[in-house]
């Protein structure tokens, strides 16, 4: 069954840090997303990307997130001064459409720790 | 704006016990529910989904979820759990997007 696919599993960083965590998608998915679950509360969406650009955000992704597809296969997460509350797991997802009725295929998650 | 209410933060049953795990939403309209399972150390993965048709739906592993319209909700139900099932388990919402509102999760226990 294909995969998504997220590296790295976990990352532990000092505070004004940048950060990148990446995800391989399933191959014939087209969008692209990032959720993330701060411990002990809800998994929050926080962007959705096609054809190479946001199709859209949260509040929650500001200025020191961006997002890219830099080839055909990865598609990343950047955090540019990581502070303390970005301390969470970030799920990347991907789908083969943008209706509800589709299913996100959900990766393993990357556990991002900041100090 | 559209929430999901998970009732219970932690579940502890003994294996061969029935689950049963609520989940409402806020949301009036059409909406799509999903359950989502997420193993110690793994992805979350599809439990099972309701879009339309039957309000009694079957998933993966034994499990199923009845959507009852009236009471925003859509529980989740295994006759007979196993250690197997030992989990966290989240309830999602979504209208005709892609933006999935999860609850707050619900640790299941199972004790061998």
């Known amino acids: 069954e294909p995969e998504v696919t997220q590296t790295p599993s976990h990352q532990v960083t000092q505070m004004g840090q940048e950060v990148i965590l990446r995800c391989v998608p399933i191959s014939n998915h087209l969008y692209f997303y990032w959720y993330r679950q701060i411990l002990g509360q809800k998994v929050e969406f926080l962007v959705s990307?096609?054809?190479?650009?946001?199709?859209?955000k949260s509040e929650i992704f500001d200025d020191q997130f961006s997002v890219e597809r830099p080839d055909g296969s990865n598609f990343t997460l950047k955090i540019r001064s990581t502070k303390l509350e970005d301390s969470a797991m970030y799920f990347c997802a991907s789908s083969r459409d943008s209706s509800g009725a589709n299913v996100l295929t959900f990766g393993a998650g990357s556990r991002l720790t900041v100090l | 704006a559209q929430s999901v209410s998970q009732h219970n933060h932690h579940v502890i049953l003994s294996e061969a016990a029935s689950l049963e795990l609520g989940c409402n939403y806020s949301y009036g309209g059409t909406v799509n529910l999903f359950w989502y399972v997420q193993y110690p150390g793994q992805h979350l993965q599809l439990l099972l989904k309701y879009f339309s048709g039957d309000p009694l739906v079957k998933g993966i592993k034994g499990f199923e979820a009845e959507f009852i319209k009236s009471k925003f909700s859509f529980n989740l139900r295994k006759p007979s759990v196993q250690w197997s099932d030992t989990a966290e388990y989240f309830c999602?919402?979504?209208?005709?997007?892609?933006?999935?509102?999860f609850g707050a999760g619900t640790t299941v226990t199972v004790r061998a």
């Open positions: 990307f096609y054809n190479n650009e946001i199709s859209e």
């Open positions: 999602a919402v979504t209208r005709n997007d892609y933006k999935l509102s």
